[in-house]
């Protein structure tokens, strides 16, 4: 079976699985050609090791039962996306309002800033320009369409 045919299939799964828990949403698969499927939950709650657990064993018992891998010759990873993984989904941009990120536009150029609000569109950041007495807070509008990346700044 063609590696595009098995995302779709496994995506289809995946899914089903999500539709009990309309909290918990695919933000990425991916298939290796060793069969190593990787995929990232998010939730608008945040995303539980527990959580994770109970999706890669049902995940894992309908791959085996579904015969998309002869011989069962696959590998499952079910987690959330880390701070190392760039925010993909409209919904996760939403989620991350009110939180310091970092974004690179498709023109090289880097604003790291307070994500304050979201639209279908565009996304408004606060960003601090200057110092001391001269420091001043700034609002900025970015298109998605300018945005190549997205992350989010772990906070000390």
Do not use: W
């Not at 998010?42 to 791959?63: A, F, P, T, W």
């Not at 994500?115 to 996304?123: F, I, K, R």
């Amino acid at each position: 079976m063609a590696p595009d045919t098995q995302l779709q299939v496994i995506e289809q799964l995946i899914n089903r699985m999500l539709e009990d828990n309309p909290d918990y949403f695919l933000v990425e698969l991916r298939l290796k050609p060793t069969n190593n499927i990787k995929v990232f939950l998010d939730s608008d709650s945040g995303v539980s090791i527990d959580q994770c657990v109970k999706y890669n064993r049902l995940l894992y018992k309908q791959l085996e039962e579904s015969g998309l891998f002869p011989g069962g010759d696959f590998s499952l990873e079910v987690s959330s996306p880390g701070l190392d993984e760039p925010l993909k989904l409209l919904r996760q941009y939403r989620k991350n309002a009110g939180r310091k990120v970092e974004l690179i536009l498709k023109t090289g150029e880097s604003h790291i800033g307070k994500l304050l609000s979201v639209a279908d569109d565009s996304l408004v950041l606060e960003e601090t320009r200057g110092k001391n007495k001269k420091k001043e807070l700034v609002q900025l509008q970015f298109p998605f369409d300018n945005i190549k990346t997205a992350k989010i700044q772990a906070e000390i």
